[in-house]
């Protein structure tokens, strides 16, 4: 599978992005996809990731680290075989390159899960 990040770009404190993952070759509803930040001298930090749930009503799942809760959203478009991450109240502690990642596992909670990774974006906030 390919992935192809996109929709960084600089901001305010406060302000929104969305950022969005399109894949080619897998269909998205059979993987696991995950969202990375990486920010400077830092490491990949996962942000969330959304996977296949045959549990569930919509049959899919979406689980978020701390730091996202309450302020990033990850939506699929199945159609369109994209994934999103929107981000709000942006911080300047968000400045970072943002990855999108694809796993074949339901539960894929660390970096090493994931075996194909987009190029990044570069999402600045400033304050």
């Known amino acids: 599978v390919q992935l192809q990040a996109s929709g960084g770009g600089m901001v305010h404190t406060g302000g929104s992005l969305r950022l969005s993952c399109a894949a080619s070759?897998?269909?998205?509803?059979?993987?696991?996809i995950g969202w990375f930040r990486q920010g400077p001298g830092g490491g990949r930090e996962l942000l969330g990731y959304?996977?296949?749930?045959?549990?569930?009503?919509?049959?899919?799942?979406?689980t978020y680290a701390e730091s996202a809760k309450g302020r990033f959203t990850i939506s699929r478009d199945n159609a369109a075989n994209t994934v999103y991450l929107q981000m709000n109240s942006l911080k300047p502690e968000d400045t970072g390159v943002y990855y999108c990642?694809?796993?074949?596992?339901?539960?894929?909670?660390?970096?090493?899960?994931?075996?194909?990774w987009g190029q990044g974006t570069q999402v600045t906030v400033s304050s």
């Open positions: 070759g897998p269909k998205i509803i059979t993987l696991t």
């Open positions: 959304t996977s296949r749930d045959d549990f569930t009503r919509d049959g899919l799942t979406t």
């Open positions: 990642a694809a796993s074949g596992l339901t539960r894929a909670s660390t970096r090493l899960n994931y075996g194909y």
